[in-house]
Structure formats: C-alpha cells, structure tokens
C-alpha cells in the first residue's frame, strides 16, 4: 500500500491559480510514475498529467498542456500540479495516483494507489 494525501483544492476566479500537493507516506515513492487524474460531476476520471520517477519525464492531457506543470520532490515524498489560468471546465475533483511501472500512463487502469482527491472549484 502507498497512502497518499492531496492538499492544496479550493475555489478560485477564473484566471487564478492553484498549487496541489500529494504526499506519501512511503519511503519508497521514489519508486513510483506518479499521476494527477480529476474527476468533474457526472463525468468519467480523466488523465491531467503524469511525471517520472526521477522527475525527468512528464506528460499532459491536451486540455490543459502550457497551463499546468507537474512538478515531484523525492526527498519530500510529494508531487506537485501548478495550475495556472485555470478556467471554469477545469472544475473537478482532483485525485493523485501511484504506478509501478517505470512508463508515463494515461489510463486509471494502470495505476496501483490512489487518493482521496481534493476539490478543486473554478468560477466564472
């Protein structure tokens, strides 16, 4: 098992922005792809972006590319989603993910752990 905890949701205006926070109680996280997901009402879980173990390599949805950065801290055992320019269709809740594999996913399938996500609101 690797508990993970996602911080840093809330409301914001459009335009604003966020920094999530997803740390892990596992002295092994340096191990893990880790990976941003979200999840708006009535929608199916969709991939935000996903980063390397060493932090080398990232990856991000389309919808949001050049607005978001993915960012991980080994020695803190937590990685990091900047949102800037958010908009009102980024509104979701925002769920952190651990896989074992060494390849950037895409899919929730191929992830092992999850959080609990956290609310993320983006008004007009």
């Known amino acids: 098992q690797v508990p993970l905890v996602e911080s840093g949701g809330g409301l914001v205006q459009a335009g604003g922005s966020l920094r999530l926070s997803c740390a892990a109680s596992?002295?092994?996280?340096?191990?893990?792809?880790m990976g941003w997901f979200r999840q708006a009402p009535g929608k199916e879980r969709e991939f935000v972006a996903a980063?390397?173990?060493?932090?080398?390599?990232?990856s991000y949805a389309a919808s949001v590319k050049d607005r978001f950065t993915i960012s991980r801290d080994n020695a803190k055992n937590t990685v990091y989603l900047q949102m800037n320019n958010l908009k009102p269709e980024d509104t979701a809740v925002y769920y952190c993910?651990?896989?074992?594999?060494?390849?950037?996913?895409?899919?929730?399938?191929?992830?092992?752990?999850w959080g609990q996500g956290t609310q993320v609101t983006v008004s007009s």
């Open positions: 596992e002295r092994t996280f340096s191990g893990y792809v």
């Open positions: 980063i390397s173990r060493t932090g080398s390599s990232t």
């Open positions: 993910a651990a896989r074992g594999g060494a390849a950037l996913r895409a899919t929730t399938t191929q992830y092992d752990y």
